[in-house]
């Protein structure tokens, strides 16, 4: 089965569902892999509190949009792990954060930098818009000052550098709960899609039975009639 880069797998057998985000952050999709905010509302509604294990490679996108995608996940009903597959940059790095499970391959990084646009206007209007900016800023401050151990003042700094961030150092800052092995995570992330796979094909075989029995339950006379 090929996975698509923003694709929602639901798995009935262990109760289960995977997320992956591996495209931008945004409200206005334009490619298969952006994902938005609206979509993933809906599809969360529809998956009855089932784990969800939320897979991020992603270099962000809008503000608002992982914000609410945060949010969303926050408010979950069922369990959520989320698991950084390679970057998860700018507003993908907190929605990385929304779980209280957050794993990171060895070989992942996150980047955490302050909101930033494009402007134009005059001076009083480019000083709002630098003023709007450290609002906008401001929950992702504390998004990542909730989950970590680091202070307010050393995450601000960091922000301010655009500041990268190793799996081991996430873990060290809070940021992550676990480190993953890179070969038992690709070995568990292959029987994973074994499982989905026979769980989707048995489905279908299933549906295919039920219909060659209606065929012959309810036979099909054919030829040419008047």
């Not at 599809?43 to 969800?52: A, H, I, P, T």
């Not at 996108?61 to 995608?69: C, F, S």
């Amino acid at each position: 089965m090929v996975k698509k880069p923003y694709q929602l797998t639901i798995n009935d057998e262990l109760s289960s569902a995977e997320l992956l985000i591996y495209g931008d952050i945004t409200s206005i999709k334009c490619f298969e892999n952006d994902v938005c905010a609206y979509d993933l509302a809906k599809e969360l509604d529809d998956l009855g509190g089932k784990d969800l294990t939320v897979r991020i490679n992603s270099y962000g996108g809008e503000v608002a949009e992982g914000l609410a995608i945060y949010n969303l996940l926050k408010s979950y009903k069922g369990k959520v792990t989320t698991v950084c597959d390679g970057f998860a940059c700018s507003a993908a790095s907190f929605i990385f954060m929304a779980s209280e499970n957050r794993k990171m391959p060895k070989s992942s990084l996150l980047m955490i930098h302050n909101a930033w646009t494009y402007a134009y206007g005059n001076a009083n209007e480019l000083r709002k818009q630098a003023d709007d900016l450290e609002k906008i800023t401001k929950p992702s401050l504390d998004i990542y000052e909730s989950v970590s151990n680091l202070s307010r003042e050393e995450i601000q700094k960091m922000m301010d550098d655009e500041t990268w961030i190793t799996a081991e150092e996430a873990l060290e800052y809070g940021f992550a709960t676990e480190l993953i092995d890179d070969s038992v995570q690709a070995q568990q992330y292959a029987k994973d899609s074994v499982v989905r796979d026979l769980v989707i094909k048995q489905k279908q075989l299933e549906k295919e039975i039920a219909q060659k029995q209606n065929e012959v339950n309810n036979p099909t006379i054919k030829g040419w009639f008047f």
